[in-house]
């Protein structure tokens, strides 16, 4: 017999409950934005906000189904299983925080804030949850996201972004190469490279596309195509400024062999989750073959 399916809601920590755990009472909290000129109820209206759009979430979920939750923080200890459906309340990013975790489970993006979002990845409201956990007939986005595989068989997946470079502020040194690019490598110091997909075209990546005058053409979400940048390289008898953007396509990859003592590669913005690069070590950034199924 089979299982009912269980609804996984994903949620994180608001900003007042934040603000609460750090000072101890909401007096406390009140009382330390009001010496920085802010005002506590803008932080606790947005929290209800958010518990409001939870409740009513966790309230549509049908009665024979299971159901559990799991913060932020927890994700990366959280057990997905294949009969999930992934909700996730919050912000465009939390999606993209879950994504790496998955492997095929649906996933709904439920706008806790609307107006204070953008909306790209949480497409619906609280008051949709019902019509859409229940449809047969529901609409699904496979958006491509991006992989890196270090040779010694690391291996991180990203919805938006991945990040190669220093942990802290330090400039990274490496080689990098394109597959299909004759063998032709560059030896760089930089402040890091970044390959992202089209959903990241509408964050991170956009801003370093616009910051380098536009002239590749940002992919869609579901396009199989990644670009890539080099970010501040910095010219010297012996590192070069030649390869610094790019595209890939579903097949391509990007190669980067370390010349530093430590490099980490994180994506979509979760340092915490990162792969641990040493001296000599090469990593292949590229199209994952995983992909994300938001639904529509």
Do not use: C
């Not at 920590?13 to 802010?38: C, D, I, K, P």
């Not at 590749?216 to 396009?223: K, Q």
């Amino acid at each position: 017999m089979s299982l009912a399916p269980r609804v996984v809601l994903v949620h994180r920590t608001t900003e007042y409950e934040e603000l609460v755990a750090h000072h101890g009472t909401h007096g406390q909290a009140a009382f330390f934005l009001s010496t920085r000129g802010r005002d506590i109820e803008e932080v606790a209206e947005r929290h209800r906000r958010t518990r409001r759009a939870l409740a009513e979430v966790t309230a549509a979920i049908p009665l024979t189904w299971r159901q559990t939750r799991v913060e932020r923080a927890d994700l990366d200890r959280f057990l997905f299983a294949p009969e999930d459906v992934v909700v996730v309340v919050g912000q465009d990013g939390l999606v993209a925080n879950v994504a790496k975790y998955l492997s095929g489970q649906p996933v709904l993006g439920i706008d806790s804030d609307p107006g204070r979002n953008p909306g790209v990845l949480v497409r619906h409201r609280p008051q949709d949850a019902a019509g859409l956990l229940t449809s047969t007939s529901r609409s699904v986005d496979e958006l491509t996201m991006v992989e890196a595989v270090a040779d010694d068989t690391q291996r991180i997946l990203a919805l938006n972004e991945i990040y190669l470079g220093a942990a802290g502020h330090q400039t990274a040194r490496y080689r990098l190469g394109l597959e299909d690019d004759g063998g032709v490598v560059e030896a760089q110091a930089s402040s890091g490279v970044l390959v992202g997909t089209g959903t990241g075209a509408t964050g991170w990546i956009r801003s370093v596309w616009h910051e380098r005058g536009g002239t590749l053409p940002l992919p869609r979400p579901t396009d199989d195509r990644l670009l890539w940048f080099v970010r501040e390289a910095w010219p010297s008898p012996a590192t070069g400024t030649t390869l610094v953007s790019g595209q890939l396509s579903a097949s391509a990859g990007l190669q980067l062999t370390v010349e530093s003592e430590r490099l980490i590669a994180f994506g979509d913005g979760m340092e915490g989750d990162a792969l641990e690069l040493t001296w000599g070590q090469s990593v292949r950034v590229g199209v994952a073959e995983r992909s994300l199924r938001l639904v529509g």
